[in-house]
């Protein structure tokens, strides 16, 4: 397939865009080349024939007719988005304009390509998409593809609302949609202001390592190549209208990952074990959500797939990245937000 990825310079879009290449695909990768953005993440690729680059904001409708009627995508992967909760509570405007009027951009541009090539059964449009739109969790349950839409924050709005129109476009024109809901990402290329990249690169340079609250919120933990693995099979074998909840099957409070992370840095970096004496309980996140937890049983039943890495072999493969990859992300430390407390104006 020739598959346009919006985002693919992203964490989890160039996960997308180094595996869809692997694969074969032709891959096109549009990006506003934002904050949290880096070309050298998909470096790896770069010179490849089955790759192309095109420096766009899906906010642009014009840029983005002149991208399909350049390329002419057999599929769309639409992963562009603001997706930092911290700073959807600083700035929530820019989460609106990306997340609700980008996304309406984008379906507005493919379906008038989908239709100008005929309406082929075949085009598919795959929102990505996140659990945080289902709301909080109690002890108990899980998120399934039937449970109600509850956003918390002013991220999870957006995301949600997003949900809603690719949903619309394809119930109202026929727009062959599917979309797809995942657990919380870690991995390789993971932005610095995120929970595990934090705690790495603040217990390597033996700075505090901050715990909202008492660390007891829960996530579901989704390494970033077998997500990149699941949703090239959500586009190519998805129902039509369907959606798939993607999960890594990895429940763990926040201060079990952290007392994890720092195990496994005190045998790869002994010299400043300890690690968790860096440890730290800041005040909460407003608004923040307990707990997460995905039902994958659909995509397990209908599409084969579950995740293929435990957390334990995920951690250490992620831990040891960092420390081999000091020259990616020693740079990122110097923009904007990163290594700040964000998110307090609340």
């Not at 024939?49 to 057999?74: G, K, S, T, V």
Request: charged share 20%; with cysteine; aromatic share 8%.
């Amino acid at each position: 397939m020739k598959i346009l990825v919006t985002g693919g310079a992203g964490f989890i879009g160039s996960a997308v865009v180094r595996l869809a290449v692997a694969r074969g695909h032709h891959v096109v990768n549009i990006d506003a080349l934002t904050y949290a953005a880096c070309l050298d993440n998909v470096a790896s690729v770069a010179a490849s024939p089955l790759y192309a680059f095109e420096h766009a904001d899906i906010r642009d409708r014009a840029a983005l007719d002149r991208i399909f009627a350049a390329h002419r995508p057999d599929a769309v992967m639409h992963l562009a988005a603001e997706s930092h909760v911290d700073r959807s509570i600083d700035g929530p405007a820019d989460f609106i304009e990306t997340n609700i009027a980008g996304t309406f951009n984008l379906l507005e541009a493919a379906r008038a390509h989908w239709q100008a090539a005929g309406r082929p059964d075949d085009f598919r449009f795959h929102h990505i998409s996140t659990d945080e739109v289902f709301g909080s969790l109690g002890e108990d349950g899980q998120f399934t593809e039937e449970t109600p839409y509850d956003p918390r924050s002013p991220y999870s709005a957006s995301k949600a609302a997003s949900d809603h129109l690719v949903r619309a476009w394809h119930h109202t024109y026929g727009l062959p949609v599917v979309l797809s809901n995942c657990s919380n990402n870690y991995g390789p290329y993971h932005f610095p202001e995120k929970l595990i990249p934090v705690v790495i690169l603040n217990a390597l340079h033996g700075r505090p390592i901050p715990v909202y609250g008492q660390g007891q919120n829960v996530r579901d933990w989704l390494y970033v190549e077998d997500h990149a693995d699941a949703l090239l099979t959500v586009l190519a074998r998805g129902e039509p209208g369907r959606s798939y909840n993607i999960g890594g099957e990895n429940e763990a409070t926040n201060i079990d990952l952290v007392q994890r992370i720092c195990a496994l840095l005190d045998t790869r970096k002994p010299a400043g074990a300890p690690h968790n004496r860096l440890i730290r309980f800041v005040e909460d996140r407003p608004g923040h959500d307990l707990r997460y937890a995905i039902d994958a049983a659909r995509i397990r039943a209908e599409l084969g797939w579950r995740p293929s890495v435990t957390l334990d072999e995920g951690l250490a493969r992620t831990v040891d990245w960092y420390l081999a990859n000091a020259d990616w992300w020693r740079p990122l430390m110097a923009r904007q937000g990163v290594g700040q407390r964000l998110g307090t104006r609340a």
